[in-house]
């Protein structure tokens, strides 16, 4: 952002009082508080969240990268209604000082959204453990609240959730019911950053999650199916709001490529069925060009192609989707040789590669004797280079590589 | 020979990540009675979301380089999880530590500082942000936290001391183990990078900062960006070269340049900013 720009948004953040953005309720028929941008008076576009009653501008604030209240202030002021933290962020410095701000702002000005994770899980399974109890579960809220200094959040997720299983996870059903039973969770919901379409899925037979918190982005290689849950979901009635919007930042693993972040955030709000994102903000540039977005959707030609641009940047790495498998003449566990591949560049852990490569037998080279290569990477991906490449580890003396 | 000289030349990436493993020892050290199983997955910037979700974004800010998980088992019921998150520097594990620490933390005496908690034990050493924890609640389950802490901090045997410019701040009215480094966006603003703070007298809003800027020359044209949008009226500039700011962000500034150091005080409009800049200008002084 230029000089001018940090002087017209330090300008728009005087001008716009918190007072000014209070005159209506934030929920129901009557317009929404922050829904009029304090300076340009354009209209922010709003949706609905689900069947909560909850009518949002299109953009909130992921809260998790800023430790400075200024920054949740001057969002406030901008217009933006929803903020979203987690218990576990900062372990709890993002919450307390979220609440230092807010408890200077009328209740119904803001909607606080925050994430408790269940205490016993099985990270490589995905999967819940015992030791993940309502009780557990709900005294971490009741500590949340405090660091709020709320008596109730507008929504309350599970946090972190990548399986069906986990989203069924009975004691997690039994908690947020209790939370919402109790008045202190308006209405609950679950995050997800994994296996998004079969958690949405989850979301909707669980008959109890109304909002469901999920990745959403232009590179994600399953973005068709997770645009496909996220409809499924709308239609039965669960809000949906997107983070990761951004898509890590980058185009690029060596994260040498900055992404448009405003076109990556406007991508993904073209699909209605999205009720809201929420962007992190870092500093008053980036809290300016997302604020911008709640006023005009429109994807401009150099936006398009910068998205474009970026679609077609592979990653380094295999995303285990198989559908090279059958097209290999010799039946190679091709997934598996890429993540030998992944774990030798990206892990910088050749040993581990060796291992994997002598568990499934691979050979030195094993696709020498192959004309031409018929398994065809969605990605992008020249699968017989990279094969060639890594396969050479298995014949390196062990000594060498640790 | 001359085949894996051939191919050690033809393979210069992974002799890349065969020098970096190479440089690095194994991380977890076995313990007598306890049962090691290292994860195989090693997280990175890019996957870093799929174990810890939201709280990776902050972790990045800070240079994470990656995330190695262990357990040690001692029983069916007993099984401690080890987090080592490896930054770039240790002033970047630091900045993280310190993003996480409360002031009135129980602090135990390890690697550079460390805290203990119900099924939580956290610590820094060098450029690792060291975590441990444990589902259990028990006295063993407390005291397997210590003893694998200390194993760990023995293995890793980095040095103890404070990292960047925390040692500068003036001790007088300095509130303990309050000093933070913010590695990106300090105030909200891009261009202020690698900010060291600490909070004084009793109150978390007044905060001293130092920023070590690339050059003298670099410092000048930040604080030209910096003031350059500000109403004038809002800045004025004393004898001793100290300017005094109203920031519409974050209040009052007072801060001094000097070379490639910037030092400031925010966080009161009266003179306790003036004294404690005073004070901060002669302990950095002091410490050059």
Redesign the interface.
């Known amino acids: 952002m230029n000089g001018y720009d940090r002087r017209h948004f330090l300008k728009s953040s005087l001008l716009g009082t918190s007072g000014a953005l209070l005159a209506t309720s934030a929920f129901g028929q009557t317009p929404t508080p922050g829904t009029q941008n304090p300076v340009s008076q354009k209209k922010f576009i709003t949706r609905k969240l689900g069947k909560t009653g909850i009518e949002l501008p299109i953009v909130g604030f992921g809260v998790m990268r800023a430790d400075n209240p200024a920054l949740v202030k001057a969002a406030l002021e901008a217009g933006i209604v929803l903020f979203d933290t987690a218990h576990g962020y900062q372990r709890g410095h993002n919450e307390e000082m979220i609440g230092e701000v807010l408890k200077d702002h009328k209740r119904d000005s803001f909607v606080l959204a925050t994430k408790v994770q269940p205490e016993d899980r099985d990270d490589k399974a995905g999967t819940l453990k015992s030791g993940s109890t309502v009780k557990a579960f709900l005294d971490r809220f009741d500590t949340s609240l405090k660091r709020l200094k709320l008596d109730y959040v507008d929504i309350l997720y599970v946090h972190g959730i990548s399986t069906r299983e986990a989203a069924l996870f009975p004691a997690m059903l039994e908690a947020v019911q209790e939370a919402k039973k109790s008045g202190k969770a308006k209405h609950v919901g679950m995050s997800t950053h994994m296996n998004e379409p079969e958690v949405i899925q989850a979301a909707i037979d669980s008959g109890i999650y109304e909002v469901v918190l999920a990745s959403v982005n232009f590179k994600q290689d399953h973005y068709v199916r997770v645009k496909e849950a996220i409809a499924k979901a709308a239609k039965a009635g669960i809000g949906i709001v997107a983070m990761k919007t951004m898509a890590g930042g980058f185009y690029d693993k060596e994260r040498t490529k900055p992404i448009n972040c405003k076109a990556a955030l406007k991508f993904v709000l073209q699909d209605e069925n999205v009720t809201t994102a929420i962007p992190g903000n870092t500093n008053f540039d980036h809290l300016a060009l997302n604020v911008s977005v709640n006023t005009d959707l429109t994807m401009t030609d150099d936006e398009k192609a910068s998205l474009a641009l970026g679609k077609s940047e592979s990653g380094l790495y295999c995303q285990g989707c198989e559908h090279c498998v059958p097209n290999c003449p010799r039946g190679l566990p091709i997934p598996d040789i890429m993540r030998a591949y992944m774990y030798t560049y990206g892990y910088k852990q050749p040993e581990m590669a060796q291992s994997l490569l002598r568990s499934l037998e691979v050979q030195e080279n094993p696709c020498s004797d192959c004309g031409h290569c018929t398994a065809v990477c969605t990605k992008g991906f020249n699968v017989a280079e990279k094969i060639a490449d890594v396969s050479r580890l298995v014949n390196i003396p062990a000594e060498f590589l640790s | 020979m001359t085949k894996?000289l051939a191919?050690?030349a033809g393979?210069s990436?992974?002799l890349?990540?065969?020098s970096?493993?190479?440089s690095t020892p194994p991380l977890f050290p076995q313990i007598s009675g306890w049962k090691l199983t290292v994860?195989?997955?090693?997280y990175?910037?890019?996957n870093l979301?799929?174990?810890?979700?939201?709280?990776a974004?902050?972790f990045l800010?800070y240079d994470f380089v990656?995330l190695h998980?262990a357990r040690y088992q001692q029983t069916a019921d007993l099984e401690i999880k080890v987090e080592l998150y490896r930054h770039k520097s240790a002033v970047d594990a630091f900045g993280m530590y310190s993003?996480?620490?409360?002031p009135d933390y129980h602090f135990i005496d390890l690697g550079t500082q460390g805290y203990v908690e119900k099924g939580v034990l956290n610590f820094l050493c060098g450029e690792y942000y060291v975590k441990i924890s444990t589902?259990q609640s028990e006295k063993p389950a407390q005291e397997g936290l210590i003893s694998i802490a200390a194993a760990l901090e023995k293995h890793l045997n980095r040095v103890k001391s404070w990292p960047g410019l925390i040692a500068a701040f003036p001790s007088h009215g300095k509130q303990a183990n309050t000093e933070q480094y913010?590695a990106?966006?300090f105030?909200?603003?891009?261009f202020f990078s690698g900010a060291f703070t600490a909070s004084y007298n009793d109150s978390s809003a007044l905060k001293a900062f130092i920023i070590s800027m690339e050059s003298a020359d670099a410092a000048r044209k930040t604080i030209d960006?910096y003031l350059?949008?500000?109403p004038k009226e809002g800045i004025s500039k004393t004898e001793g070269g100290r300017f005094r700011v109203r920031d519409?962000?974050?209040g009052v500034i007072t801060f001094v340049l000097k070379l490639n150091i910037l030092y400031g005080v925010l966080g009161a409009e009266d003179t306790t900013s003036e004294t404690l800049l005073t004070e901060l200008g002669q302990s950095l002084a002091k410490s050059q």
């Open positions: 894996l191919f050690l393979m990436l992974v890349v990540s065969v970096s493993a190479q994860d195989e997955i090693v990175t910037p890019n979301w799929d174990v810890i979700d939201g709280a974004d902050l800010e990656d998980i993003q996480e620490r409360y589902v913010v990106k966006n105030l909200g603003y891009s960006t350059a949008p500000l519409p962000h974050n």
